[in-house]
């Protein structure tokens, strides 16, 4: 069946890098998504790659997509206070249920 | 300002109560949905509609109805709550399905006592 699997819990110094992994199961999905949620908010689309890419720049996000593995990743750039939130990965799913398969959410805590 | 706007933002219910959390979108979508978010499990879809008259269940839609008379308004109906569904709900609406451009609402918490 399909299934998105993250992992739940990232800590980084600010200034530094993020990356936030994902492994993904439907080989057929047509986008994959990064959506950020801060606390007490919905879902903002922060970003997304079209299956046939392997890399997506937007200043300082970078998403890596490895189709091979199933793998996608985010990173930021210069992690701020801000970016403090929980990213969840998400898959459109072809099965002909329409709709958007989603990890658990990884919660990145940004510490000075 | 384009925007998905779901009501209440908070309930707090009993069990066995009706209830109805609404949703509307402004910009003309097609596609609406409705997920619940549980610490987790990531969210996870309720149900869906293509256009006006047309849902469809998604992975849970137990205990949930849904309709769509008018394409701006999917409201999520409750006909007897129970404190399994506690759970944030968020609505969802884009142009089509495949579209990346899927907006959310900002949830409606709800806790059924």
């Known amino acids: 069946g399909e299934d998105v699997e993250q992992s739940l819990f990232l800590s980084v110094r600010e200034g530094d890098s993020s990356v936030i992994n994902c492994t993904y199961t439907?080989?057929?999905?047509?986008?994959l998504y990064w959506y950020k949620q801060e606390p007490g908010a919905g879902l903002q689309l922060l970003t997304y790659?079209?299956?046939?890419?392997d890399m997506k720049q937007d200043q300082r996000l970078t998403v890596l997509l490895n189709k091979k593995d199933k793998h996608l990743s985010l990173r930021i750039a210069d992690t701020q206070t801000g970016d403090s939130a929980i990213y969840f990965c998400?898959?459109?799913?072809?099965?002909?249920?329409?709709?958007?398969?989603f990890g658990a959410g990884t919660r990145l805590a940004v510490h000075p | 300002e384009a925007q998905v706007t779901q009501n209440p933002r908070y309930l707090i219910t009993v069990t066995g109560k009706k209830l109805t959390v609404t949703c509307s979108q402004n910009?003309?979508?097609?596609?609406m949905s409705w997920y619940r978010q549980d610490p987790g499990l990531g969210l996870r879809q309720i149900y869906y509609?293509?256009?006006?008259?047309?849902?469809d269940k998604g992975d849970v839609p137990e205990g949930y109805k849904v309709s769509r008379k008018e394409k701006r308004n999917f409201p999520l109906i409750l006909e007897s709550p129970s404190p399994n569904q506690t759970s944030l709900y968020f609505c969802a609406s884009s142009l089509g399905f495949g579209d990346e451009k899927l907006l959310f609402g900002s949830g409606t918490q709800l806790s059924v006592l």
């Open positions: 509609s293509m256009n006006v008259e047309v849902t």
């Open positions: 439907d080989s057929s999905s047509t986008y």
């Open positions: 998400a898959e459109t799913f072809s099965g002909g249920y329409n709709k958007l398969i």
């Open positions: 910009m003309n979508h097609e596609y």
């Open positions: 790659i079209f299956s046939n890419m």
